[in-house]
C-alpha cells in the first residue's frame, strides 16, 4: 500500500489503496471519502482563514475547496461524500493568544454543515497533539496520542508558523480556485 504523509498546507486524494498520515496539534485535519468510489483524500488545515493570503492552502477554506474539487475530479460525487475530522487540540495553554485549535474546529464544523457534508466521526479538540491515519480505499482511522517526544516538534512548528505569518513571510504552496 502506497503511503503519504502530509505537512501543514497539504491535500492529498487517492482513487488507488493508499494510507496518508499528518500530524497534528491545534492544526485540522479532514478526511473525505466516497464509499462507492471506493477512494478518498486528507488536507492538513493551519489556519480557518485569512484576508490577507486568498490562495494558501494552509487556510481552510482552500485546503477543503482543493479537497473536495480533487476527489470530483477523480470521480467521486459530492454527495456521496462522508467526513472525519481530527485536530484543534489546544496544545500552546500558555502563550497569550485565543486557540487557533478551537477557531479551526468552529471553521470544519460550519463548513461541512454548509456544504451537506457528514461528519460521521472525529476526535477535536482537547489539549494533546495526535497522529492521524487515513485509509483512502476503506475510509478507515486510527489515531494515536502524541507521545511526550513529540510534542515539542509541534509547539515549535505552530509557534513558528504564527511568527512567520504575522511577520509577512509566508512561503507555503498556494491554489488557484476555480
Not at 87 to 96: R, T
Request: charged share 25%.
Amino acid at each position: 500500500m502506497h503511503k503519504i504523509r502530509i505537512f501543514a498546507g497539504d491535500v492529498r486524494t487517492s482513487v488507488d489503496p493508499a494510507e496518508i498520515d499528518t500530524l497534528l496539534g491545534s492544526c485540522v485535519a479532514v478526511c473525505l471519502y466516497d464509499p462507492e468510489l471506493r477512494a478518498g483524500g486528507m488536507n492538513h488545515i493551519m489556519l480557518p482563514g485569512d484576508a490577507r493570503d486568498t490562495k494558501s492552502t494552509r487556510f481552510g477554506i482552500q485546503a477543503m475547496e482543493l479537497l473536495i474539487n480533487e476527489l470530483m475530479q477523480k470521480g467521486g460525487i459530492k454527495h456521496r461524500f462522508v467526513a472525519k475530522a481530527f485536530g484543534g487540540a489546544n496544545v500552546l495553554p500558555g502563550l497569550d493568544f485565543a486557540s487557533v485549535g478551537d477557531d479551526n474546529v468552529k471553521f470544519v464544523q460550519d463548513f461541512l454543515a454548509f456544504e451537506k457534508i457528514p461528519l460521521v466521526a472525529g476526535r477535536l479538540g482537547g489539549i494533546n497533539g495526535i497522529h492521524v491515519y487515513f485509509r483512502t480505499d476503506t475510509g478507515d482511522v486510527r489515531v494515536k496520542s502524541v507521545d511526550g517526544k513529540q510534542l515539542p516538534k509541534l509547539i515549535l512548528a505552530e509557534t513558528t508558523f504564527r511568527r512567520t505569518h504575522e511577520a509577512g513571510k509566508d512561503t507555503l504552496g498556494e491554489v488557484t480556485l476555480f
